[in-house]
Nanobody, 123 residues
Framework: VQLQASGGGLVQAGGSLRLSCAASGRAFSSSAMGWFRQAPGKEREFVAC????????RYADSVKDRFTLSRDNAKNTVNLHMNSLNTEDTAVYYC?????????????????WGQGTQVTVSS
């Protein structure tokens, strides 16, 4: 599976962005997909995950009720809608494909990673 993330950019606090991840490879539709982020000087952290058919999602507490993750297996894409952004959301965001079909939150649970897209939220 090859992953290409896009949609990052600069936004003011309170604004919204949509990140997209385009996947190639037949394994996409059977894999859970996740988003992680890494701010300067910090470890990569879990943001959100969706299971193989989109029926189950899980979010980090810090983004719950603000971010929404969805997927379209027909188009091999996952989208992360981010609302009410704040400066603590500033980071490089990575999409990743899991080794399994169900929701998982650890970085070691994912074996394919995109290149990352920068999200910067200004105050």
């Amino acid at each position: 599976v090859q992953l290409q993330a896009s949609g990052g950019g600069l936004v003011q606090a309170g604004g919204s962005l949509r990140l997209s991840c385009a996947a190639s490879g037949r394994a996409f539709s059977s894999s859970a997909m996740g988003w992680f982020r890494q701010a300067p000087g910090k470890e990569r952290e879990f943001v959100a995950c969706i299971n193989w058919n989109g029926a189950s999602t899980r979010y980090a507490d810090s983004v719950k009720d603000r971010f929404t993750l969805s997927r379209d297996n027909a188009k091999n894409t996952v989208n992360l809608h981010m609302n009410s952004l704040n400066t603590e959301d500033t980071a490089v965001y990575y999409c990743a494909a899991a080794r399994v079909s169900f929701v998982v939150v650890g970085t070691s649970d994912y074996n394919y990673w995109g290149q990352g897209t920068q999200v910067t939220v200004s105050s």
